[in-house]
């Protein structure tokens, strides 16, 4: 993807989602961090089944401390690796009582050093809950910034510092969930929907597609047919 088609690819996303909004649901930071914490190696949707349950009763550090291991597992359960995703966050809880009085760190360090919270849990942290420029490189992210060309890298580290550098300052707030949503139901990982994409004029896969796609014949008047379609010469 060519620099100066970068604000009218992300134009378009904007245009299609002026608002978009994390799928989790979530009404504190905390539940933020939780949900997101479960959500690695599952769907939004499961994770959102399960906490529905989950918040009701225990939605704050103590909370999920007093249910216990056992008690947060038979919550979880429906998501995958429910019983290592519960030992993160009963330890996760432990500390943030101990070291951040119960709250969530604003600081990338101190996010990090929670167990089970990687760069891409601390990002989405930073970006939904407190505003930051942040960029968490999913699956989706990763998939769409590769196939449109927008930010091309190996790792999700390079396409994360890839996409810092080549978003316009003024889309970077938003860029993480219209990035998400769009790969997400649109530039799918199998059959992208190229024929209904608001980006595919400015997307490097929808143009090589384009391009390689056989001309169309253009259909050809019968030789000798008059215009009335009589199949002989008019006398």
Same mark, same amino acid.
């Given at each position: 993807m060519k620099p100066r088609d970068i604000e009218a690819f992300f134009s378009a996303l904007q245009a299609e989602r002026p608002q978009p909004q994390s799928e989790l649901e979530y009404t504190s930071v905390f539940e933020l961090l939780v949900a997101v914490m479960l959500s690695a190696q599952a769907t939004d949707?499961?994770?959102?089944?399960?906490?529905?349950?989950?918040?009701?009763?225990a939605n704050t550090p103590q909370a999920i401390l007093a249910l216990g291991q056992?008690?947060?597992e038979a919550h979880i359960r429906t998501i995958g690796l429910y019983r290592s995703k519960a030992r993160h966050v009963i330890e996760t809880c432990r500390l943030l009582l101990q070291r951040h009085g119960g709250q969530v760190p604003r600081r990338r360090e101190d996010l990090e050093a929670l167990p089970g919270v990687g760069r891409k849990t601390a990002n989405v942290v930073l970006n939904v809950a407190f505003g930051e420029p942040t960029m968490a490189v999913d699956t989706h992210i990763f998939r769409v910034a590769n196939r449109t060309g927008l930010a091309p890298g190996r790792t999700p580290l390079q396409v994360e510092q890839g996409l810092l550098q080549r978003v316009p300052a003024r889309f970077l707030r938003d860029a993480h969930h219209w990035l998400i949503l769009h790969g997400r139901y649109?530039?799918?990982?199998?059959?992208? +929907? @190229?024929?209904? @994409?608001?980006?595919?004029?400015? /997307?490097?896969?929808? /143009?090589?597609?384009? +391009?390689?796609?056989?001309?169309?014949?253009?259909?050809?008047?019968?030789?000798?047919a008059s215009d009335s379609g009589s199949n002989g010469p008019s006398r």
């Open positions: 949707r499961s994770v959102n089944q399960a906490t529905r349950r989950l918040f009701p009763i056992e008690g947060l649109t530039c799918t990982a199998r059959a992208p +929907k @190229c024929g209904a @994409c608001p980006v595919a004029a400015w /997307c490097d896969h929808a /143009c090589a597609q384009a +391009k390689a796609a056989p001309p169309r014949r253009r259909a050809t008047a019968r030789s000798g």
